[in-house]
């Protein structure tokens, strides 16, 4: 199976975000609409974090793109989020294929998203798993 051309976003990335990398994806990618997968929102900073949990029951909630040209795309999203070969360890992210729903009933689909790798103690949980709404 090939990987996906697929991004889920939840944090600064997202629509109605405009910084410059949310300005730089909205231009080269495709809003296919807002989704969701289980797991658990942290505020980092001005930020967030995905963790992924095993017993999450609780949604985090984001916003779904094709990227037109994934390799392109993603090279600099890994850079953007300072993970893969190049940088330091310990990273806080980890780019990784996952399991997303849309929100409007679509079914699962396949994406890349940025999982939080780092120790979540001390960070605030973002109730609702919106980072939009928080």
């Known amino acids: 199976m090939s990987d996906p051309d697929l991004l889920f976003v939840y944090g600064t990335l997202r629509r109605g975000c405009d910084g410059a990398e949310a300005r730089i994806l909205h231009a080269q990618a495709e809003w296919l609409g807002k ?5 658990r929102l942290y505020r980092v900073d001005w930020y967030p974090a995905l963790v992924m949990d095993a017993e999450a029951t609780s949604w985090v909630i984001g916003d779904l793109f094709r990227m037109t040209d994934p ?3 993603l090279v600099w999203l890994d850079r953007y989020e ?7 360890e310990p990273q806080e992210y980890r780019r990784m ?7 409007d009933g ?8 940025y999982v939080y790798v780092r120790d979540r103690e001390g960070l605030p949980w973002i ?3 919106d980072w939009l709404n928080n």
């Open 127 to 129: 109730e609702g798993g």
């Open 106 to 113: 679509s079914g699962a689909v396949r994406a890349w998203v």
């Open 71 to 73: 390799d392109m795309t």
């Open 97 to 103: 294929i996952m399991e997303v729903e849309g929100v």
């Open 35 to 39: 989704a969701r997968l289980l797991g």
């Open 82 to 88: 300072e993970c893969g070969p190049g940088f330091p």
